[in-house]
């Protein structure tokens, strides 16, 4: 058989492989649609350069989105469903495009949606599923929660271009620059040193439980900080790490992402987040998480090697 047709072969029944496990805990297929308005999508999500996206103007002068993001177009098509139904659980096995600067990229994604009436034990059922997945390869899971850098914002008075500087920087992990723009800032003393300290907040044990707890300002911190201790639980593959910041802004509460030991980036990345109809009036909660396909099954064939 041809090199590329037998790859081709190989490639679908990985592939299969994934889509099974999601078939045999009760998710559904979902495919959702090519393109995505640009002035939706960029006021969700106004960390994300428009010159990275792939822009498409129609013959009526609209302004399209190639599917830069899975959750960011299911949201859309999946939550009137979710309202109707108050609990829906879907996988998609899809692409989603970028521009590098150079040329047009397709992303391979495979990834699972819980909707509706969220408690902590669809959280445990999610990152057990993405644990699943993972294995048979060595790895590790870094657990965050959006509440610690939320509720260390709300002791600064800081603005939204601000907040969205020091998110950039903290998902980009640029250390000296976000030193550099702390600086530039009047920030409380107490809030300072735990900015200082972020790129820290890694990894596991008491010592560091006990690091965690001393920089807690208020109770959204205390709260996110408790939830990942009690998540680290679960498996020893977990880590946690507080400066977890996804690209995505629509995360809120638990966040996630998977890396093997043989790439030097993330295979795995999700969280829960919050399901808003587009009057902005309903809300859904939901959690889930997408896999880079191509990365994922380039590691199970080296690991079957």
């Known amino acids: ?25 009760g998710y559904i297929p979902f495919h959702p649609q090519l393109f995505e308005e640009y002035d ?14 792939v822009v498409v103007l129609t013959r009526l002068q609209q302004i ?18 979710a309202l109707k139904e108050e609990k829906c659980k879907v996988f998609y096995q899809s692409t989603i495009y970028r521009n590098n600067g150079v040329e047009l990229e397709e992303i391979n994604q495979f990834g699972i949606e819980n909707l509706g009436q969220i408690s902590e034990a ?7 599923m993405a644990i699943d997945l993972l294995s048979n390869v060595p790895f590790i899971l870094e657990i965050g929660h959006t509440g610690f850098i939320e509720g260390l914002f709300k002791e600064c008075n800081l603005s939204e271009s601000q907040k969205n500087k020091l998110k950039k920087l903290i998902y980009l992990k640029n250390i000296d620059e976000l030193e550099r723009f702390i600086q530039s800032i009047n920030l409380p ?17 008491e010592k560091l439980h006990s ?20 998540f680290q ?31 030097n980036k993330e295979v795995l990345s999700g969280g829960r987040y919050l399901l808003v109809s587009e009057d902005s009036e309903n809300s859904i ?6 896999i880079d396909t191509n990365a994922w099954i380039t590691c199970q064939m080296r690991d079957v090697k």
Do not use: C, H
């Open 1 to 25: 058989m041809d090199g590329k047709l037998k790859q081709s072969l190989v490639n679908y029944r990985y592939k299969r492989k994934m889509e099974d496990y999601a078939l045999e805990r």
């Open 40 to 53: 939706s999508f960029s006021s969700r999500n106004p960390r994300l350069a428009r010159e990275d996206l």
């Open 64 to 81: 399209l989105l190639l599917r830069p993001d899975l959750t960011s177009a299911l949201m859309k098509e999946i939550y009137p469903i």
């Open 122 to 128: 669809s959280e445990i059922e999610v990152v057990i």
């Open 189 to 205: 003393l107490q809030a300072r040193n735990v900015f200082e300290q972020l790129f820290s907040l890694q990894g596991k044990g």
């Open 211 to 230: 690091l965690l707890r001393s920089l807690v300002l208020n109770n959204e911190m205390e709260n996110a900080v408790e939830k990942v201790i009690k």
């Open 233 to 263: 639980e679960i498996s020893p593959n977990i880590l946690l790490d507080l400066s977890i910041v996804n690209e995505f802004d629509y995360y809120d509460g638990i966040v996630f992402k998977g890396y093997y030991d043989q790439l």
């Open 285 to 290: 909660d939901a959690i889930g998480f997408s």
